[in-house]
């Protein structure tokens, strides 16, 4: 029997569509269904490497651990990664096609419609629950005659849908109103429910606009979310203003780390096991520090969607010679994927994957030099450090390889990669040990290694070691969500709409 499915459409992006599909995908498990996420068409830099190697959106990935299975591209047909203001690198079923912009996308559009039906169709083939989410929101009507993943998706999977609205920006009523009132009358009537996300106070507060809601648009409330702090939800995309904008006050107490704000961050969710240590004080850096301020213990130059473009904006910004004041003060500095790129003596482009320019002239912290290729490499491996004493686990996702001249070494020897033993070498250290650089994404969220190189930097201050902890982000959460779901929704309510008697 097919799956049934539900979908989860909100007024606008960041309003926690992501969160109550995870919430929904976990309760479903909990009740013993056969669960899994779908998302047609998500636009993100923070991606995952299946097992397969295929490139998919981290969103669903963390959705697929709430259903308790491994993530597959099929969950996640169509990912876009913008590389410019005007472009983004299409992926579709896990194999990058090429950077389009807008329009040249819209026109492919009518290309990808079987290969988001067939998708859909495998998985409700394999399981008993579908649980879908939109993008953004289904009332921009200049986008509807390109819509691929909010009401056509509905439509396609002949899906009820919930609305969620976020009362914490303002204006949730007008908002829930507005968006019923500029969708279609078939589109209105897929609508079943509305969801209110992240209430803080007294919800009795709340029911006189909650009877108006209903009133006004003939749709019911399924319940209302409230604010929760420190949710351990893999961050969609980017980095909230709330994580680097403000003053900063150094706690003198822990570590310093610092990670480069860059304009076309990728995968920034590789730095999130470290922001839950104890002993660390992450600050993402958008702009140069104050000259008062001191030098951090560790500086990150994360991934990079455009890693030539990044660059440039290493130098225009300053934070160029930021870095490398950072390396004359004996902060310890790490480049991960398009960082590791930007940390070598040149940087050659002469397909023009990246840029327009065939060269350009990088850091010059480490003898190596990077040269872009058509093909995208998409790899999970497990790696060890050359001395074999801890492991990590990741994936590699990067357009282009990094030569390496001695003295540098090699950071680590992969001893697996798409399921079976490899041994080569990767990524590169200086001979003082204090840079190094990586492909591989996730490589702080091995428990062992982080402290190994936490420690390292607590011996320079001559501070006790500690011991690992497995500070995986997602760990205690997830139980959680569905716990969210059980004390704030309808659930005789949520039983109907699935099995389509509302």
Known sequence: MPARPIMIQGTGSYVGKSVVTAALCRYFRQEGFRVAPFKAQNMSNNSFVTPEGGEMGRAQVFQAQACGIEPHVDMNPVLLKPSTEIG????????????????????????????????FRR???????????????????????????????????????????????????????????????????????FIINKFRGDISLLYDGLEFLE???????????????????AEEDGIPESKWKGPWVADPTKLQVQVILLPHISNSTDFESLELEPDVGLRYLAAVPQPNESVPDLLIIPGSKN?????????????????????????????????????????LDPLGVESATPAMEGLGLIESTTTFAAEKTTVQVRAATLDGSEEIIGYEIHMGQTQCRPPIQPRFRIIRERGEAADRFEGAI?????????????????????????????TRRNWAPLPPANNSPAAQGLDGLATLIREHLDLAMLDRILKGSL
């Open 88 to 119: 983004a690198q299409v992926v579709v079923l896990g194999k990058a096609l090429k950077v389009m912009s807008a329009r040249e996308y819209h026109q492919y559009q009518p290309h990808l419609e079987g290969v988001i039906r067939d998708a």
């Open 307 to 347: 890693t030539m473009a990044d660059l440039a904006y290493l130098r225009t910004s300053g934070l160029a010679d930021h870095i490398r004041v950072c390396r004359r003060s004996g902060a310890a500095v790490v480049g991960i994927c398009g960082g590791y790129q930007m940390l070598g003596r040149e940087l």
């Open 215 to 233: 009133n006004k648009t003939g749709k019911k409330v399924l319940g209302v979310l409230p604010w929760v702090t420190d949710l351990a939800v």
């Open 430 to 458: 200086s001979d003082d040990g204090a840079v190094w650089g990586t492909y591989i994404h996730g490589v702080f969220d091995a428990p062992a290694f982080r402290r190994r190189v936490l420690n390292d930097l607590r």
């Open 123 to 193: 998985l409700a083939q394999q399981h008993d629950i579908i649980v879908i989410e939109g993008a953004g929101s289904p009332a921009e009507v200049n986008l509807r005659p390109f819509d691929i993943v909010n009401m056509a998706m509905a439509r396609m999977a002949r899906a009820p849908v919930v609305i969620v609205g976020d009362i914490n920006l303002g204006g949730v009523f007008a908002w829930l109103v507005g968006t019923l009132e500029l969708l279609t009358e078939e589109e209105r009537g897929l609508v079943k429910a």
